[in-house]
């Protein structure tokens, strides 16, 4: 079945039959130490078959009702699988659009942050309908005890307004500015620009799509603070043996 055919009859039943699923990619520090995850929606169709987040999340983009069923269900098998355990320093983040962010889906975020602690990304195109509202919900959130990610940095035109509009704690650089730089010199003095504007709000960095030793070198002599990608671990399901090294201690969370 080709992505085209995909319907939103069918994304409303995989959601209900819990076939969407969270998997968790690790992201690490300059000593390669686990400090989180972060939460991958993935389609699981058949044992030898599933579909990635491109393939169906742009579909329901637009239909609130649709982004928040699927934000709410994979936040509660979240909270199922980490309330268990101990998760101390940790912190797990989590791609929301900005019209998911209702009542039920708040209260969701709360709760597994009681768990473990919460980073919601923020992807630099959302497309804010009411701008008061959103702040008002960051502030909320972040009263709670949840931190805030600026995704895709450098995917927008805007990149400055948005530095400037929201209280980020963290922004991620997205993978098409990290890879190749360790062969292509352009490419690669793009990324310090971008990285000299994000420190200058004393923001830290999570650098997307690291897969080489080369580029991880080049990135931590960018003095970027936190890495993701297949040279660390590709996303995993929730039940798979997770990332070894040593986590942080608790404070270190707080302290970012």
Request: aromatic share 8%; glycine share 4%.
């Amino acid at each position: 079945m080709d992505s085209i055919e995909i319907t939103k009859t069918q994304i409303t039943d995989a959601i209900s039959t819990g076939k969407i699923q969270p998997f968790i990619q690790p992201i690490v520090n300059t000593n390669k130490n686990l400090v989180g995850f972060e939460a991958l929606s993935r389609w699981i169709v058949s044992d030898h078959e599933i579909r990635l987040p491109l393939e169906f999340i742009p579909i329901i983009k637009d239909d609130q009702r649709l982004s928040e069923n699927l934000t709410s269900s994979i936040l509660l098998q979240l909270i199922d699988h980490f309330k268990p355990h101990n998760n101390n320093g940790l912190f797990i983040s989590i791609n929301i659009y900005s019209h998911s962010l209702t009542t039920p889906v708040i209260h969701l975020l709360v709760t597994l942050n009681q768990s473990i602690n919460v980073v919601i990304e923020i992807l630099e195109n959302d497309d804010l309908e009411n701008i008061d509202n959103f702040r008002m919900t960051l502030h909320y959130l972040k009263v709670k005890g949840i931190k805030i990610a600026l995704d895709d940095f450098g995917c927008d035109k805007n990149v400055n307004d948005r530095l400037f509009d929201h209280p980020f704690d963290y922004v991620k650089i997205d993978r098409l500015f990290v890879c190749d730089i360790d062969t292509n010199l352009s490419k690669l003095k793009s990324l310090q620009a971008m990285v000299t504007l994000i420190q200058y709000f004393n923001l830290p960095i999570i650098a997307e799509g690291v897969e080489t030793e080369s580029v991880f070198k080049l990135l931590t002599n960018l003095n970027i603070e936190m890495y993701q990608g297949y040279l660390f671990s590709k996303p995993i399901p929730l039940g798979a043996k997770p990332y070894q090294p040593t986590p942080l201690a608790s404070n270190d969370f707080e302290n970012n």
